[in-house]
């Protein structure tokens, strides 16, 4: 019935429709509650015509259906306003069974037809409030016949005496309206129980349809990223042309996701001098992936096509360019607040000597098992700017042997261990002076050991990059 489940939707609480198992009983409380107030009201005439001497000699037992009928009613129009359905349910009991006591004194006690009430009552509260509820409730109903049986066995009162003054027709009319109240309310929890289980299916299908929807489009969108990273790959140096022009030397790239916000780039200036890169974009996955083409396309201009080659210009030029690229004029109110930390190295291979300079990112040069850490620039590459940006150069002859590594800050500030801490610079340290003069190879699949017990079963924090170079 269309117009029925209406009724009782508009009086469901509206925070209890977020739950399918309060809907539910929500549902099941406000329909009986009607037929309570209808069986009620239908009770009336049955006390004013056919008993009304026993109105006269007990008001209360029509004065309690009267009032319990509007009483019932009046507490559903709270319930759809404030909730608090549990709380309505035991009032809406508590009124009901304060006049239960006297009504089976004055109907024979334990024998009297209006016991049956004490155990459906119970039953309903179990279904429409909650299991403590209903548990209470059947406790005080069997309390109360054990009283009663007692006073039986004690003779306090002539209970088959109260017994001979009823009607025959009470024990119909109260057997009857028990049976049909019976009836009613599991036919509407069958009911309630019915459109549940429909709503689920109808849910459970169309949560099928939209999990299906998601894959297609998740495969769409995780084919896309592996297409953008061949796009990133072919951007990126190709890894056997920098081992053939640095044979002593490894490159450890591992993205957190399939596309990285890390880069390496790489040009050989002539066959004594040659510039790398190591770079950690704002950013990881697609984001940090747009801004290493970017990062990449701009250094290929700047030293290819401009000859730039002083490191220090390399960066202040690769900052402007960023800037203009990417809008990020100071005056404008909406920018992208993007830019990359660089480590950048240029090589002398005739004159042994190299030149180092870095926007916040330090490098690791170890030299007879003796370390020696240069800290570079405190300036990112790219972002707001404030004021003219200066990239400092480290200059400095080297010895056959000497190791250089360039890194990011993915490396180091990794989660795992016992501990779940990050892996720390000082640890990082402590690794490359134990690994420092193995083969370039070894120490690159040393370092991938190391990280990938250290994650262990966690998952990786950002893109990992480090750069090992021997002279």
């Known amino acids: 019935m269309i117009w029925w489940n209406s009724i009782i939707n508009k009086f469901i609480y509206h925070k209890d429709k977020l739950d399918p198992e309060t809907s539910l009983k929500a549902s099941f409380f ?27 000699k007990n008001p209360e037992m029509f004065y309690a259906n009267f009032f319990g009928a509007f009483f019932t009613l009046a507490l559903l129009f709270v319930y759809r306003r404030f909730g608090g359905r549990i709380i309505i349910v035991n009032l809406i009991t508590l009124f009901g069974y304060g006049g239960n006591p006297g009504t089976y004194q004055l109907n024979g006690g334990i024998y ?32 109360t016949l054990v009283f009663f049986y007692y006073a039986e066995l004690n003779g306090y009162r002539d209970f088959f005496g109260d ?13 009857f309206l028990a049976g049909i109240f019976l009836l009613i309310i599991i036919s509407l929890y069958e009911s309630s129980k019915r459109k549940f289980v429909t709503d689920l299916k109808i849910s459970k299908s169309e949560i099928e349809t939209q999990k299906k929807e998601l894959e297609a489009q998740r495969e769409d969108i995780i084919s896309s990223i592996n297409y953008a990273q061949k796009i990133q790959y072919a951007v990126l140096p190709n890894e056997d042309s920098i081992y053939r022009a640095i044979p002593l030397s490894f490159i450890l ?18 066959r004594d001098n040659y510039i790398i890169v190591c770079a950690d974009c704002t ?24 000859k730039i080659t002083k490191p220090s210009e390399i960066l202040a030029e690769l900052d402007l360019k960023i800037t203009e690229t990417l809008k990020q004029e100071k005056t404008r109110t909406a920018y992208v607040q993007d830019g990359m930390d660089m480590s950048l190295l240029k090589v002398n291979k005739a004159d ?27 300036l990112s590459v790219g972002g707001m700017r404030s004021g003219e940006k200066k990239f400092e150069e480290i200059k400095m002859n080297y010895k056959e042997d000497d190791i250089i590594y360039l890194f990011t800050d993915g490396y180091i500030d990794q989660f795992g261990g016992s501990d779940n801490k990050k892996f720390m610079i000082k640890r990082f340290r402590e690794l490359l002076l134990k690994i420092w003069n193995l083969p370039m190879a070894e120490q690159k699949q040393n370092l991938e050991n190391t990280i990938s017990k250290w994650i262990g079963k966690n998952e990786q924090t950002d893109d990992i990059q480090v750069i090992g170079i021997r002279f």
């Open 163 to 175: 017994l001979a003054h009823l009607k025959s027709d009470y024990f119909f009319y109260n057997y």
């Open 112 to 143: 009297s037809p209006d016991c049956i009430w004490g155990i459906i009552i119970s039953a309903w509260v179990f279904l429409v409030a909650n299991r403590l509820s209903g548990f209470i409730w059947m406790g005080i109903s069997m309390a």
């Open 283 to 306: 950013g990881h996955g697609v984001p940090g992936a747009f801004m290493t083409v970017i990062g990449s396309n701009l250094l290929t201009q700047i030293v290819k096509e401009n």
């Open 30 to 56: 406000i329909g009986s509650s009607f037929v309570f107030f209808l069986l009620c009201l239908l009770s009336i005439p049955y006390f004013l015509i056919l008993i009304p001497e026993e109105v006269e």
């Open 352 to 378: 042994c000597e190299f030149v180092y300079t870095s926007a916040k990112r330090p490098a690791i040069f170890i030299r007879d098992a003796e370390i020696r850490e240069f800290k570079g620039s405190k």
């Open 253 to 270: 790239y591992k993205p957190r996701d399939i596309v990285s916000g890390d880069f390496f780039w790489f040009h050989e200036i002539d």
